[in-house]
């Protein structure tokens, strides 16, 4: 066995919660592994130590003040999310969804109404696209055809 795999064992070992076929492949390996066997006397110490520590009884209510911390720090941060959601008053909920409805209604509207205006843009046919006639040096709309505007000379094609 491998000694990750020893390691792992050795509370439960210390514990005598291993089956017979584990505890005996255990104690093969820590009879040959120096290691594993100081890694058994540490915890073995550490187990002694809290065997022989005294016993305190606990103060009165103190396993409910706990139970009562844990439940408080237990809660998921989306319920405190959905709490502040649902804390709102209706009308207010109601109010926040109607508006978001408007915006959206708006904003498909003015989208359709910006699309429908637009006419079709004609494309150009596979000659046209590699025809040498449509090459503009100067578009209109680009600086330089900005510039050749300016200046007053005409496109030469």
């Known amino acids: 066995m491998k000694c990750s ?25 820590i009879e040959e592994c120096a290691a594993c066997r100081k890694e058994l006397e540490d915890v073995r110490s550490v187990h002694e130590l809290f065997v022989s520590a005294e016993n305190y ?44 409805v408007v915006v959206m209604l708006i904003g498909v509207i003015s989208g359709n109404l910006l699309v429908s205006d637009r006419t079709p843009v004609r494309q150009p046919t596979i000659q046209e696209s590699f025809s040498l006639d449509l090459f503009q040096a100067t578009p209109p709309n680009s600086i330089g055809g900005v510039y050749v505007k300016l200046m007053g000379a005409t496109d030469e094609k």
């Not at 509370?11 to 076929?21: I, Q, R």
Request: net charge positive; proline share 6%.
């Open 57 to 100: 009884t606990a103060p009165l209510g103190f396993a409910t003040r706990v139970m009562a911390n844990l439940e408080q720090n237990e809660q998921p941060a989306y319920s405190r999310l959905w709490r502040l959601v649902t804390g709102k008053p209706l009308f207010l909920r109601t109010a926040e969804v109607a508006f978001a």
């Open 5 to 29: 795999r020893i390691r792992k064992m050795i509370s439960p070992y210390v514990d005598e919660e291993l089956s017979t076929d584990d505890r005996r492949a255990f104690t093969a390996h």
